[in-house]
């Protein structure tokens, strides 16, 4: 009886994830390259698209860091044909390094306002938009109703909404999927040499939406994310994991 | 087809015009004036001043000894252009081709246009009575040529019109002054006793010629319509306009919401045909009090979807105040480009920058924004990183080199390098620590040099040496020494973080 109980309610379970836009794992889902163990922390073990993902910085260093691994992100997302849109204030972004990221820097495409409205007025037409993989905003700010707003943007046009929010001294509720929090760590090269190595990263998940908070370290390296205690054996666990 | 002209005069142009303005002064004489060389000299003179004897180029003296109760104004050079430009963009609701006609006329080409109005005298007298309406006297005179148009309205009660191919009889009774000559020419044949055009007419072409000069002859054969006479509009027509003149007035936001589907329906029709679609589109519209608005959509790609334009449109359509009521739209397209025809069905579910929804929303953005917040990078042979990369003008433009990867650059690049203190080792060295906005970071790691010089030929200045830096806490940092260390105290800067 108790079996059949749980099964009943992860049946449950699995229909409100779906009526609430989770996809289940399948074939064709997408897969972000090297970031498995992050996708388990979701729903499903999916990493979910077409929705608002919400990354915080609170200052220029986190925020570099921030936009090299959106970088990575989107290349998975865009599967190297799609375009992306970036909307910022005051762009300081630079389009050829990302192509280290493995995106080709001309397949975005950047609009700069001036104020704060038209950057959400934009954020929301891009949204709705089918024909872009992803559409990045840098905003100071997101208040409960503006995420709100973005949320439902994208629910009839499915397009991957990222969010990255410059000031996080307002940390307030969201409807967005995940809060990311991304800092640079310092980088190593094998065997002690000198010089600066590949982009390391802590990853953050300070809050998910059915899902687990949890927190690694990946380094981006030949052309995917790589947790660091690979890269280097096990001198850095994963047990750096903590609850959000 | 013939040709129709008609041919307005002003009689009191700037006067009228003040007149409208300062009302208590149209029961009183007074002129304009405007010193030249040494004198004052009238320059413009009301209907009661001219009655008591006062006309233009008089000496202002002459004139008040004439007319002592004459009040004075000071004129301005080629204030009669300007009063006549804008009158004549208030004329182009009747055809689209107006000439100015210096000092005091109009000249219309108003072949095809008149049956809007029922007839050639109801089209001029509508003209007649809207500008009584406004206070300006005129005459107008309509004839298959500029010449004998002209002639007419000069010299006619109210207005004239002359029948198809009648120029001649209509001209003959007319004295000489009326075919548009100069004033020597004039005194010359009066001198000579010719009273009419027609006692000109008599006499052989080859006669005048040898006695008045080519002027008279050309003046002549153009009144006649035997030598072809051209307008210098003031307003080339547009190829591809529409016009939407109703005698209603729109009043309503609906109303004009209506207007501008119909405009834009009627030229995506042709534009479809044609394979064409609208790159840059402005309404313009005419209100009943005479002011004018205009409104300029631009498009990233051509298109002839008539919805996608509407809603470019219907971002700015609360700009237009209708007042008392719109009664002329005029949609024109100053830019076309060919239009991709493409199997869209085919291509539907691929993203792909063809894609028309962006292109679409790039156009909102642009309407509501502006061009020039949108961005779009190539890459460009450039080592010097700010020129590195150049905006592409066109959504559809393709990179013509691959971007490059074996060079490392940050992902955030500031517009202008900040100055940063260093303390550094000699000579080609990354620096130790250095100090930024107050903070001190120590660079635990670093790469470099990579010395970049300007290119010679597009400016001057230091060459810059770039380190990859990190500091304790594993921000990666882009900085760079301006010149050679030969300075006392080179100058360094921070160009960028890293990811």
Redesign the interface.
Known sequence: MAQINKNVIEQLKKDILLKQGYKPASADTLKINGLQQVEANFPNGVFPTGMIHEFISNRDEHASACRGFISGLLNSLTGNKGMCIWVSMQRTIYAPALKEFGIEPDQLIFIDVAKEKDLLWVTEEALKCEGFAAVITEIKELSFSQSLRLQLAVEQSKVTGLVLRTDDTKINPTATVARWQITPLPSHLQGGLPGVGFPRWKVELLKVRNGQPGAWEFEWHGGKFLPVYETEGSNINTSVKKAG | MQQRFMALWFCYLKTDWIAIRKPELIDIPFVFSQPDHNCVMVTAANNIAQQGGVIPGMRLADAKAILPSLEVLQDKPAREEKLLKAIAEWCIRYTPVVALNLPDGLLLNITGCTHLWGSEAGYVTDIINRFNNKGYVVKAAIADTIGAAWALSRYTENYCIVEPKQQRAALCNLPPAALRLDAITIEKLDKLGFLNIESVLKIPLKELRRRFGGDLILRILQALGEVEEYLKLIKEPDPYEERLHTPELYKTRTGIDIAVQELLKKICERLIAEGNGVRAAILSTYRTDGKIQHLKIGTNKATHDVAHLFKLFELHLNEIKPGMGIELFVLQIPKIDKVDIKQQAIWKG????D????I???D??AG??GMQ???????QENYW?ER??KN?QN?KDI?QTP???DL????????RPQPIQVSAPIPDYAPMLFRYKGEVHHV????GPERIEREWWLDEGEHRDYY???D?????YWIFRSGHYDKATPEWYLH????
């Open positions: 691929k993203i792909n920058i894609d028309n929804g962006i679409e929303l790039l909102k953005v509501k924004i917040s949108i961005y779009r990078y190539l890459p990183p590195a990369i592409s959504i990179k971007w490059r990867t490392k650059r940050p992902v955030n690049l500031f517009k635990k790691r670093s790469d990859i830096v990190e304790q806490n594993g921000y990666r960028g973080h890293f990811a």
